[in-house]
């Protein structure tokens, strides 16, 4: 079946603007979980959504960051008045549910100018 | 605070030999580890997986050991080939569907 698919790959933006970054996962996969890599860097959780349970924000760096994950399924990464330390390759994951191995995208390479 | 830590961020080795890339971790809450490889402009792949139950599990040429008293885990590729190389990342979960991951080895297998 289809994987988790992300878009766009690439996204060049003005400092300031604001960028929705899209996930869709893998379908009946009840967890989601948004990961940034930043040159040279491991990565770096962000937010994690468990079925309909309240998310973890816990790994959010400022509040211009916020996710949103409609009906269960696909996921919204918003970076509101983007700073070039924004920059870096977004990743979303999808897994069961059920602990242990998550499924990625491929990634969404932003470049704050 | 680190609880993931590949201290190695790169290893080259000789295509044919064996490659072993390592990483330490501080929380004794894990009970699961994986290892995920990444190419470039792609997302990470699940590679294999230990349970903190056990202290090996194998895979055809990659093997990952489980040191718990050390908090150490290695991954083992023999013979590595050229297209092993890649960035190897290591991650930890316990308690929940959350992973912890390090901050990743490059390998290159050199033919």
């Known amino acids: 079946g289809a994987g988790v698919s992300q878009s766009p790959s690439n996204k060049v933006t003005e400092k300031g603007k604001d960028v929705e970054l899209r996930c869709d996962p893998i379908?009946?996969?009840?967890?989601l979980y948004w990961y940034r890599q930043s040159l040279g860097q491991g990565l770096e959780f962000l937010i994690y959504?468990?079925?309909?349970?309240?998310?973890?924000k816990s790994g959010l760096p400022s509040d211009r960051f916020s996710a949103e994950r409609t009906g269960g399924s696909v996921s919204t990464l918003t970076i509101q008045r983007t700073q070039q330390e924004d920059s870096a390759v977004y990743l979303c994951?999808?897994?069961?549910?059920?602990?242990?191995?998550?499924?990625f995208g491929p990634g969404t390479r932003l470049t704050v100018t | 605070d680190q609880q993931v830590k590949q201290n190695s961020p790169s290893l080259s080795v000789q295509e044919g030999r064996i490659s072993i890339l390592n990483c330490d971790y501080t929380?004794?809450?894990?009970?699961?580890f994986l290892w995920y490889k990444k190419y470039p402009a792609e997302g990470p792949t699940f590679l294999i997986s230990?349970?903190?139950?056990?202290d090996k599990n194998e895979d055809g040429r990659f093997t990952v050991f489980l040191n718990k008293s050390a908090k150490h885990l290695s991954l083992h590729i023999v013979p590595s080939q050229p297209g092993d190389s890649a960035v190897y990342f290591c991650?930890?979960?316990?308690?929940?569907?959350?992973?912890?991951f390090g901050a990743g080895t490059i390998l290159r297998v050199k033919s």
């Open positions: 929380n004794s809450m894990f009970d699961y």
């Open positions: 230990i349970s903190s139950i056990k």
């Open positions: 991650a930890a979960g316990g308690g929940g569907n959350k992973l912890v």
């Open positions: 379908s009946g996969h009840t967890a």
């Open positions: 994951a999808s897994s069961s549910g059920q602990g242990g191995e998550q499924y």
């Open positions: 959504f468990q079925g309909n349970s309240a998310p973890d």
